[in-house]
């Protein structure tokens, strides 16, 4: 038990098309006012972004945009500007820095994601570069979540199917847990692992919609990727959803020359996980061979090593007890892993 247990949740989720032209409007019915600063995506001012700024200055608020790229300026200048609140209208490091932002400044966040591509999107934990930890840490949750279905649908493939490998990661990232629960006595909460279980169950039920790019799809996605940061908000942690899977992917990404998306590494460490956990590893690398995310170290993009060397490593870089255990794979285990999953040939 966590006691006390204390529970933050978002207040307010909108999922729909056109919802982005409400972004005003959810602010003002949730008691802000004054000024927003807004951060804008890698794309910039684009017409996502302009209808969340039209809106909110139909609605009276005094708003500052910023779409700069260079995180440390961009987290000054909001820090300098004091705002009542922060808005993201972007990716995923486009919310986790208006999140960071909010979080250190005490005000309110409002998260307008533009594509699916990581459970970021709704939940409490931020990861940015600048922060010097490759895993997440722990901010606030947004205070509302607005997901505009028109302007996800239109973002490329590759972003929602990385979203769906980081949803999928949940079946090993629930038993990593529970493990830690047996062995170690780590505290477990029975509702937020089934529903991180259930998004990833959801998900796979859904895999030729997602697939095939459909709009039903694309809304599963959303409401998958919600309901995970929601059962990190009820955890109080990353547990539920970020297990060994993650920690090979966050190994990748301080191994591999140029990493892929985070939601696609996680997807080839689920299998490989999987395997480990003696859960069926072949279905999930179906899954995401039907959504159209990469399952195996070629269509990563990485090399064989990296793989190997980040299976080594990956209980290394944080101290959360998984299927790796304490000391981690040795290097012909990891290997054969890697083999026996097909993830290198
Ligand atoms: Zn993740």
């Known amino acids: 038990m966590l006691d006390p247990h204390d529970i933050e949740l978002p207040r307010k989720i909108l999922i729909g098309r056109g919802v ?3 972004v005003g409007e959810v602010a003002k019915s949730l008691g802000l006012s004054g000024k927003a600063y807004v951060l804008l995506g890698r794309t910039g001012y684009n017409l996502a972004a302009k209808d969340a700024l039209d809106s909110l200055t139909a609605c009276g608020f ?40 909010a979080f250190r400044l005490g005000v309110p966040f409002i998260s307008v994601p ?3 591509s990581h459970d970021g999107i709704a939940s409490p ?19 509302a979540i607005i997901a505009d279905v028109s302007v996800i649908i239109n973002a490329p493939h590759r972003l ?60 599963v996605v959303i409401e998958a990727l919600v309901s995970c940061g929601v059962a990190m908000c009820i955890a109080g942690s990353s547990r539920p959803c970020s297990g060994s899977e993650h920690l090979f992917s966050h190994a990748l990404d301080t191994i591999a020359p140029t990493p892929a998306l985070h939601g696609e590494q996680c997807g080839v460490g689920t299998i490989m996980m999987a395997y480990l956990h003696g859960i069926d590893w072949r279905k999930i690398k179906k899954v995401l061979k039907v959504i159209g995310a990469p399952t195996t170290a070629k269509e990563l993009g990485i090399e064989d090593e990296f793989i190997i060397r980040a299976l080594v490593e990956a209980h290394r870089i944080r101290p959360r007890y998984t299927i790796l255990g304490d000391t981690g794979l040795t290097w012909e285990a990891a290997e054969k892993l890697a083999r026996v999953t097909e993830v290198i040939e």
């Not at 000054?76 to 009542?84: G, H, L, Q, S």
């Open 125 to 143: 934990m931020v990861s940015l570069k600048i922060l010097k930890t490759p895993y997440s840490i722990k901010a606030k949750p947004p205070m």
């Open 62 to 101: 005094d708003v500052v945009d910023d779409g700069d790229k260079d995180e440390e300026g961009l987290l000054k200048r909001v820090f300098e500007a004091k705002p009542d609140f922060v808005v993201s209208v972007g990716g995923g490091t486009t919310i986790d820095l208006g999140k960071y932002a």
């Open 20 to 22: 982005i032209k409400s």
């Open 114 to 116: 533009t594509a699916a």
């Open 160 to 219: 929602l199917a990385s979203g769906c490998g980081d949803v999928l990661a949940k079946l090993t990232a629930v038993r990593d847990w529970r493990l830690a629960h047996m062995l170690k006595n780590e505290y477990y909460g029975e509702y937020a692992a089934s529903l991180a279980e259930m998004s990833a169950r959801l998900v796979m039920k859904n895999a030729r919609l997602i697939g095939a790019h459909k709009e039903e799809g694309v809304r």
